[in-house]
């Protein structure tokens, strides 16, 4: 039964190392076609890492292609005080507000043409973010001008070095809230505006947390996503959390989560956004892609135990069987350790662990962005009635723990399961289902 609360996902907007925009997107994991390529090839500004002090499986990511900032972002004044990850789901946003067919309605007023559209008090922005870093050609000028007639920087000298060479805003470049106030300004929002930082759970924590404020009628229009990058210089320098991946022949097959071979984590970048609405306030109910039947988040000192505490309080909430679960999309990263983990909880839940897809042997680990990757491949696919091959032909299926297949398939099952989880001990598990018509 629909109550009038029940949360549906109206629109959908990526930028992906797989393509720019929702067909693209589909197409390309629909085909099992890879984003992973050379490192150098990415248009971040980011300096390429030194060869003989990088390993190898850093020299290749997920990165996104074809993205040009001034096609999205109005006014084009705002771009300097925009980092690339903030332009990025900032882009985003708009591709699901143009999905949803809101373009007409936003900026938020109370009357446009006579006719009262949405009220600024009830449209929200929340998003998951991180912290981002700036290319380090942004503060060479400044770091030079420090350099003593010996060669040593002295730091005394670095206040007034940067107020020559840096821009006074460039703080404002890269601060984890900004997505959230971007997007806010942008369709005058005045409702709840919130940023979680909580890595790659940060876009289903903002997703329940947009929940939330739509039950508690707060809101009537929630905006929402992620946004993360693992490909920028300084993240590639701390690379200490997950091991890295070999290369494979051809290289774009170099991410093989869930795949007993592989040997480590490729990096990736992406920016996921969403637009959430109850079915009251629904204009076009045609338009509604999936509904949000739970979105779950436990925490366990054993990621493990925290992995199947979240998909059993998801049943739980959505109100439904494991056996009713049609697939699962996986935050599988290519980590045998953490792969392991999860590939475990689902086999502890299930009876019999339906298909699963791991969008990150395609893109990469996509930093805070990552959860939201795999909800909105699973709103692909309760949209489309298709499974998707689990990746790509380069992974070893038959020494996986967990059903993968190459080939595509129908959804046999009425709801979509997607895991996401950090090595923390943090995880949030997302259950969407059909519409139903509403």
């Known amino acids: 039964m629909t109550d009038r609360t029940d949360v549906f996902i109206t629109g959908l907007g990526m930028l992906t190392p797989v393509g720019i925009g929702r067909e693209p997107f589909w197409q390309a994991v629909l085909n099992g076609q890879s984003g992973i390529r050379p490192i150098d090839q990415r248009t971040d500004g980011h300096a390429i890492l030194d060869e003989s002090t990088s390993l190898p499986g850093i020299s290749v990511g997920g990165l996104v292609q074809g993205f040009d900032a001034k096609q999205y972002v109005r006014p084009r004044k705002a771009l300097k005080v925009m980092c690339r990850e903030i332009q990025m789901v900032y882009a985003s946003t ?12 936003l900026p938020a007023v109370v009357e446009q043409d006579g006719e009262t559209v949405f009220r600024p008090s009830q449209v929200g922005t929340v998003y998951g973010s991180e912290v981002f870093y700036g290319p380090p050609s942004e503060v060479r000028d400044a770091l030079e001008e420090c350099i003593d ?8 000298r670095f206040g007034s070095a940067a107020m020559k060479h840096i821009m006074p805003l460039w703080m404002l470049k890269y601060l984890p809230n900004m997505p959230a106030c971007h997007v806010g300004i942008s369709v005058n929002a005045h409702g709840p505006n919130n940023s979680l930082v909580l890595g790659e759970v940060s876009g289903p924590a903002a997703l329940a947390e947009s929940i939330n404020c739509l039950h508690r009628g707060h809101a009537s229009l929630m905006l929402t996503g992620a946004v993360g990058t693992r490909v920028n210089t300084t993240r590639l320098y701390h690379r200490a959390d997950y091991p890295v991946a070999e290369l494979s022949d051809p290289l774009e097959h170099s991410s093989k989560p869930h795949d007993r071979a592989s040997s480590g984590v490729v990096n990736g970048e992406a920016a996921i956004a969403m637009t959430l609405q109850t079915r009251k306030d629904i204009s076009n109910p045609k338009l509604a892609l999936a509904k949000v039947m739970a979105c ?35 935050a599988a990263t290519g980590d045998r350790e953490s792969d392991t983990w ?14 699963v897809v791991t969008p990150n042997a395609l893109m990469g680990l996509c930093g805070s962005a990552s959860g939201s990757i795999m909800i909105a491949v699973a709103v692909e696919i309760i949209d489309r009635q298709v499974i998707p091959p689990a990746g790509h032909p380069g992974m070893q299926m038959a020494d996986s723990a967990v059903p993968l297949s190459l080939s595509a398939g129908t959804l046999e099952s009425p709801y979509v399961l997607a895991t996401s989880f950090t090595r923390q001990g943090v995880a949030v598990a997302t259950i969407v289902g059909p519409t139903f018509a509403l």
């Open 149 to 156: 007639e010996s060669g040593v920087i002295d730091t005394n």
């Open 296 to 330: 779950t988040s436990r925490f366990h000192a054993d990621p493990q135990q925290a992995i199947g505490l979240s998909i059993r309080g998801a049943f739980e909430t959505a109100g439904i069987s494991p056996d009713e679960v049609g697939c699962v999309v996986s």
């Open 94 to 105: 708009q591709l699901a507000i143009d999905d949803a067919d809101l373009t007409s309605r």
């Open 342 to 355: 999860e590939g475990e909880a689902l086999l502890s839940v299930f009876n019999t662990v339906p298909p």
